[in-house]
C-alpha cells in the first residue's frame, strides 16, 4: 500500500503536531506514532490514534520462554 504525503499546509497553525491533527481530523483519518504527547492531543481532540509502543507493549509475552510456572 503506497501512501503519499499530502502538499497541504496551515500557515496559521505555528505547531507541527496541531497541523498534523488538523489534517487528519479534516481527512477523517487515524495517526500512527511513537510519540506520547502527540498521542495525548489526538485522544483529546477525538483523533482515532495508534501509537506503536503501546501496540508493541500488547504483543510482548506474559511469560518468557524458560521461565517458571506456579
Known sequence: MAVATPDVDYP????VDAKLL???KER???ILTTDFNL????QIQD????NVNDLAN???PAVLPGERLD
Do not use: I
Request: proline fraction near 5%.
Open 28 to 30: 477523517g483519518m487515524a
Open 12 to 15: 496559521h497553525v505555528p505547531d
Open 47 to 50: 483523533v482515532q490514534v495508534l
Open 58 to 60: 500488547a504483543l510482548k
Open 39 to 42: 498521542n495525548r492531543l489526538a
Open 22 to 24: 488538523k489534517l487528519a
